[in-house]
């Protein structure tokens, strides 16, 4: 590889490298599920095989943000006494309920409606953060490097155009482009294959999805934004394993959405809420949304006298099915979120992830096996189309997109009857798949036809400002590096953002990063508060324009979520 040019002009030192049978990108439980996997199979087939993980957070687990009900089938198949093991999901789900709120009541929605698959009965309430921390400690007592806080910026391909592996980003580059005292030359990190499990959005998958066209017979994928806090609440109020779901209030009918809360661990309850980002009011303010449906009496009885102890938010795919872009490249293949396994209305999506990350492994080493390298593992691609993945995908295929063409009430009512009809006749119900029509960006309604919305003010007990929960995420980044919000042109904001869509950005982000201020000249100023950023992905989703492109900020940096 030739040497790369700095912001002056000077050469950059090459960089130094090293080979691997399997490079993974993303240590979450897709990657982590690949990399165990294949030194399983390796000992049991007594085949050599080097597994290295590169994970741009802090510590494996410090960017994985879930509610989580997690359903154990992905944990089953890969490590099938992990209940016998000290693993930190403990605790089962003991009671399942669903309610419409409404503005000061709930109306519950009875068990026996739901179709089989809306059933918690049997999966796991817990942090999926400290589940994958776990994950990470098996794949190194199995043998694999693993290394937290390196983030993968650069695709590396092969003369042929395959992919041959990833490069780390360079460190201690300051803001303006110029190496500092502190640089660090970038390494690159060559595999026979590369697995790419960076979660939603990732920035690399992003990109293998352009170049190889892999969405191009596929719906646009949709997405929300999960948002969540974790409470300490009184032992007298604990119910561990109580999972509570809702939807209606705040949000209006047509736009998607819902809540969930859970109870799990020493007193602690999961609160979170989610907005579906194909919203048409560009003044809809997603984190005000969640502030306002804590002032339900039902919420906020739940959590009188309980301590906030962190905060984070997270956009989900929610395509599914009919979203599904080709998995496999020459070299690469796609895994999890990066792909869009989430199956909505359950609310889950680490189980695919992981069974996701076995079917890759399989196929690489089966590959490397027979002596192959950067070829297509289309036999990755066929277990993910065929087997429990797609089985679980193909059953809520129409949930969503009848939600978005019939709002809430009507749109969830149908969606049950056709998951209905889908599980009687196995994933086939009537034989249609809809589609979902555009992409979230293209949803938001000009400015001048839409209400700004006026939200209350935070009471600093149950409900906070934006930059007061920015703190309870552990969000670091070093200040006097490259900005990771990229914009593609900087007038649009202004220039055309701003006057078309009141500027969207200053209301989707859940982290105040985007605000219009005054300038010197005294007219309005887009700025950027990279500091902030809790690495959601919305803004490179959501904006109107589609000028905001997310990539990674120096390895390391970003939230640090504990127990999340």
Known sequence: M??????????????????FDVVIVGGGPAGLSAAIRLMQRARETDTEVSVVVIEKGSEIGAHILSGAVIDPIGLDTL??????????LKTEVTKDRFFVLGPSGELPLP??????????????????????????????????????????SEILYGDNGAVVGVATGDMGVSREGEPKDSFVRGMELRGKYTLFSEGVRGSLSKQLIEKFSLDADSDPQKYGIGLKELWEIPKEKHQPGLVQHTFGWPLRNNTGGGSFLYHYGENLVSVGFVVHLNYTNPYLSPYDEFQRFKTH?????????????????????????????????????????????VNVPRIKGSHNAMLSGIAAADAALAAISEGRAHDTLEAYETEVRTGPIARDLKTVRNAKPLWSKFGTVIGIALGGIDMWLNT??????LGYT???????????????????IDYPKPDGKLTFDKLTSVSF?????????KVHLQLGDPDIPVAVNLPEFAEPAQWYCPAGVYEIVDGDDGLPKFQINAQNCVHCKTCDI??????????CPEGGGGPNYAEM
């Not at 700095?6 to 030192?13: I, V």
């Not at 809809?434 to 700004?452: I, M, N, R, T, V």
């Not at 959501?542 to 990539?551: A, E, G, L, R, Y």
């Open 2 to 19: 030739s040497a790369e040019d700095g912001a002056n002009g000077a050469e950059l030192p090459e960089r130094d490298g090293m080979d």
């Open 79 to 88: 490590i099938p006494d992990w209940r016998e093991k000290d693993c930190p």
């Open 111 to 152: 068990n026996i409606l739901m179709p089989p698959l809306m059933n918690n009965h049997g999966n796991y309430v817990g942090s999926l953060g400290t589940l994958t921390r776990w994950l990470g400690e098996q794949a190194v007592e199995l043998g694999v490097e693993v290394y937290p806080g390196f983030a993968a």
């Open 297 to 341: 009496p039902m919420i906020s009885n739940a959590l009188e006298g309980s301590k906030r102890i962190a905060y984070g938010a997270r956009a989900i795919t929610e395509g599914g099915w009919q979203s599904l872009p080709k998995l496999v490249v020459p070299g690469g293949a796609l895994l999890g979120c990066s792909a869009g396994m």
């Open 424 to 429: 009687i006749i196995r994933g086939v119900g």
């Open 434 to 452: 809809l589609s979902h029509g555009k992409p979230d960006y293209a949803s938001l309604k000009q400015a001048k036809d839409c209400k700004p």
């Open 473 to 481: 995420s552990a969000t670091n980044h070093e200040e006097d590096q």
């Open 542 to 551: 959501k904006d109107p324009s589609q000028n905001i492109t997310w990539v």
